[in-house]
């Protein structure tokens, strides 16, 4: 009998057997299903599963992680179930036909502000940092701002000002460049179309509202007159004049001769496009922003904006969960645009904390399990620095009672920071930090709805965490991950990759950023050789050649993931030389990758090295690494 059979024939069937699995692939980490009826799925009983580290369900695909034997798990799988695995790519196209047309549309408004949303973070802060410096009166007794008593600070305060600028002013040429990214056109032309909505030569954005209809400047061609406004910050027009650039180049294409479509598809692309924007799409995307913010706005400052609040912080993690929560972005972009900042924006990042908190309560109630201490102690960190999906998945949608703790808590925040007028210059970081991009003379106020948005679903989630938990969740047993048992160990661990040293939480795969494999680190190669970090023995080598698993002498067992999505490569780029079984000593070469060539193929030369037998590490302050360089403390 093969060494997963029995735990392939658990998945199956709590998966809802062959009939309910639509397609199958897998990745380094885990098995991928897109199922016909996700609701057969019993979830607690695969998740009680030996080989099963968690589950969640993300863009249509029910995900089940495996670790470093998912290829070997995947064979046996394939075996029992006589079912044909697909690619990663065809999967995705499989999980699509399983979302409603509202699941399609957030999906892809999801993705078209998910490369943006980071340098929206970034502006969010830059404002809440020069808001503390050049708004907060905390000098000679209350009556000068930093910035007016310090050269120096009023320099940093205006050079700031240049990268704040550049993320809300210049907001139309990323939104129209992801678009044409996403949909596959020139994103060349996407950014001139961008430009063309934020040019100089229109009048400003912000200062429309201040000008007389009179004094509007105008282009003027005879017969006709057009407003030349600027949509500086605006989202809604720029989304809509991206999806016409889009259309009008996919016509070209498929109507222009192969001879002349270098000139005719560019031209009469952008030519209309502009036009369009600037005449027809432009003010009525306008008009529809401005609709939806005032209605936004106005639940937010009605007599009522306590069960707006109320009503909005009770449902955001749910929201979360469905994906819907990606159109808030757009909306507190918007109500930044015009009312100069947002007040929806606080009560998603405490949201976050108040589910965090009930992940905490968690910790404590758990404490003695040691199994739920691997999955909760990083899923609250992660949750309170604004990642909550492996809260959500791991943790509080697993038990119940404690995401129900957390929405209470939630809307009781946002109760109080809704009544407060508790104001964001922007988004931010989703979570505790998030009081960094809070408007200084609300910040008082955000840390009490912090308070309790910590308090109240803590306090709820122990006290029926109390009454609920038997005793197998207090202490149940964990099952071994080294020879029955982590080995305590306290050394220095070498980097088996040479490069830009990157925190895990912000590679682009979630299993690596939110810790459900483990802690870690991450290197942007710039070297191709692939080093052992200890010596030990290779458990795992992939067939495509691009992850390697090492157990060392102590116990710790490491995952190296070399790139991103390189698996759709099939091996080519890569020489393993190692095999599975085999001893290493320290600093012996495994393995070596071919950069320019993943680098020709678009992909990602970000490579996580894991720890998969979960220790806790300290990553030691370096920007670069080399082989064999001391870079971790391993506890």
């Not at 369900?57 to 179930?81: A, C, K, R, W």
């Not at 998910?114 to 969010?124: E, K, M, S, T």
């Not at 200890?534 to 390697?548: D, I, L, Q, S, W």
């Not at 393995?591 to 590490?617: C, M, R, W």
């Amino acid at each position: 009998m093969a060494k997963y059979t029995e735990d392939a024939k658990a998945l199956l069937e709590y998966v809802g057997g062959t009939d309910n699995i639509q397609a199958v692939t897998h990745c380094v980490t885990r098995m991928r299903f897109v199922l016909f009826d996700e609701k057969k799925a019993d979830v607690e009983r695969i998740e009680e599963i030996p080989s099963v580290k968690g589950t969640f369900t993300q863009s249509g695909q029910f995900q089940v992680i495996i670790g470093n034997d998912v290829q070997l798990f995947y064979n046996d799988f394939i075996e029992i179930s006589g079912i044909e695995g697909v690619s990663k790519e065809a999967l995705k196209s499989e999980a699509k036909t399983n979302q409603t047309t509202l699941q399609k549309i957030i999906g892809n408004l999801g993705e078209i502000f998910a490369p943006i949303i980071p340098a929206l973070i970034c502006g969010g802060l830059i404002l809440g940092f020069r808001n503390v410096i050049d708004s907060i009166q905390m000098f000679d007794h209350g009556t000068k701002t930093l910035v007016q008593i310090s050269q120096f600070w009023s320099g940093v305060d205006s050079f700031l000002w240049l990268i704040g600028e550049a993320v809300f002013h210049f907001l139309p040429v990323t939104i129209v460049w992801s678009i044409t990214k996403k949909m596959g056109t020139n994103q060349g032309l996407g950014i001139i179309l961008g430009i063309t909505l934020v040019s100089p030569q229109l009048l400003n954005a912000y200062a429309v509202a201040s000008t007389p209809a009179a004094k509007i400047p105008v282009w003027d061609f005879g017969f006709t007159t057009v407003q030349m406004i600027g949509y500086q910050g605006q989202v809604i027009p720029a989304i809509l004049a991206g999806f016409v650039l889009v259309y009008l180049e996919k016509f070209w294409r498929k109507v222009s001769p192969s001879a002349i479509s270098m000139i005719v598809v560019p031209f009469f692309s952008i030519v209309p496009a502009v036009l369009i924007a600037h005449t027809v799409v432009g003010p009525i995307g306008w008009t529809i922003g401005n609709f939806i913010s005032d209605v936004v706005w106005a639940g937010l400052t009605s007599p009522f904006r306590w069960l707006f609040a109320g009503v909005f912080g009770f449902v955001y993690a749910p929201l979360v969960i469905t994906g819907l929560h990606h159109m808030t972005n757009a909306i507190d972009t918007q109500l930044t645009a015009t009312f100069g900042g947002t007040l929806l924006w606080p009560m998603i990042a405490l949201s976050n904390i108040a589910q965090g908190s009930s992940v905490l309560a968690m910790c404590v109630l758990q404490k003695n399990n040691k199994k739920a201490k691997e999955v909760n102690i990083p899923s609250c960190i992660s949750c309170y620095l604004g990642v909550t999906e492996p809260a959500l998945f791991g943790v509080n949608l697993k038990y119940t009672f404690p995401f129900f703790c957390g929405m209470i808590g939630s809307a009781c925040a946002a109760i109080f920071s809704v009544s407060t007028g508790t104001m964001a210059a922007s988004i931010g970081v989703g979570g505790i930090p998030g009081i960094l991009s809070i408007i200084p003379k609300y910040m008082f106020n955000f840390a009490i709805a912090m308070l309790i948005a910590i308090i109240i679903p803590f306090t709820l989630t122990y006290i029926l965490g109390k009454k609920k938990l038997n005793e197998v969740d207090f202490n149940g047993k964990v099952k071994p991950v080294i020879n029955g048992k982590v080995k305590p160990v306290n050394e220095v661990f070498h980097s088996p990759l040479k490069g830009k040293v990157i925190p895990l939480n912000e590679v682009e795969d979630k299993v690596f950023s939110q810790g459900l494999m483990g802690e870690g680190f991450a290197v942007e190669l710039t070297d191709g050789e692939v080093k052992a970090p200890f010596t030990g023995e290779v458990v795992m080598t992939y067939p495509t050649k691009h992850a390697y698993g090492l157990l060392s002498d102590d116990g710790i067992e490491v995952l190296i993931h070399l790139g991103m999505d390189t698996v759709e490569l099939n091996g080519e780029g890569f020489e393993c030389l190692v095999e599975k079984g085999q001893r290493v000593k320290q600093g012996e070469t495994i393995a070596k990758v071919n950069l320019d060539y993943v680098k020709e193929h678009g992909k990602s030369l970000v490579s996580p090295v894991v720890f998969t037998s979960h220790q806790h590490i300290e990553l030691k302050d370096v920007k670069e690494t080399d082989n064999n360089q001391e870079i971790i403390e391993i506890k």
